[in-house]
């Protein structure tokens, strides 16, 4: 196309990788240029290649830190970065709407401040530190009475001067409710109930399994051989198993089962 130019010079912009990263244009220059001008053109052609450069890798930069952070921000479960003082450096969206602060208001505030919720102050910086080593990976909240399953991560800081501590913490309450009311369920239950492996080990029995074959407890049964102490056939636990194994379940099945004092007890 016709650009109207005149006297006119193209300088070719490259990175370090010599690729072609742009085209410099000075256009209707007065005079054409001498040895003089062509020398200072060339070098500022270099300071603009690597300006040009820097500004692409900075928006890469920037591209690639924006999606870690939405990222970040999308994992539904809570977490928090802190230094060693306790001084929080990092907190995703979900664990500041939780809070019910803005993420930049809760940078920099000291992880005790950020937890108390306005109750009475924790004697230690981060409850979240006491989940590493010998102690439980498992945290109940002070307040609010909510169990978190507590991950704990220690990093150094970008320059190596310090160590942070990354915490994650998933809500765990309801899954602990589930459990408790089925266990509830499990212990309650009149029909006899158990967990075995398939080789005969039991794993699991509930107090009516207890009660059926005569046994003072719970560990007691536990402690028993269910292929030779219980089935009065050993041949029958083995059959029984060989079934599970290629239907993957069992209904009306008959059994013979061996009571603590030695009688017989016949089962569905």
Known sequence: ADLSFGNCILLRLQGTSKELAG?????????????????????IAGH????????????????????????????SDFIVVHDTLGNVLRVNRSLADFIGLDPKQIIGLNMRAVLS??????????????????????????????????????????TGESSQAIHGR???????????????????????????TPHGAFIEVNDAMVRMLGYMSREELLGVDLRTQIYSVPDRQREFAAQMDQHGQIRNYEASLRRRDGSVVHVL
């Open 48 to 75: 603009g290649s690597i300006a040009l450069e820097n500004a692409q890798l900075f928006n890469r930069m920037e591209r690639a830190n924006r999606h870690w952070i939405e990222t970040f921000d999308a994992i």
């Open 23 to 43: 085209v410099l244009l000075l256009a209707n220059l007065a005079a054409g240029p001498d040895m003089e001008r062509i020398q200072m053109l060339q070098a």
């Open 170 to 196: 998933k809500y765990v309450t309801d899954r602990h409710e589930a459990e408790r009311r089925y266990l509830e369920r499990f212990d309650n239950v009149q029909e006899g109930v158990f967990f075995s």
């Open 117 to 158: 919720m306005g109750k009475e102050a924790q004697t230690y910086f981060c409850p979240f530190c006491l989940t590493t080593g010998s102690a439980p990976d498992e945290y109940i909240h002070p307040v609010l009475d909510r169990t978190y399953l507590v991950s704990t991560s220690n990093v150094h800081g970008a």
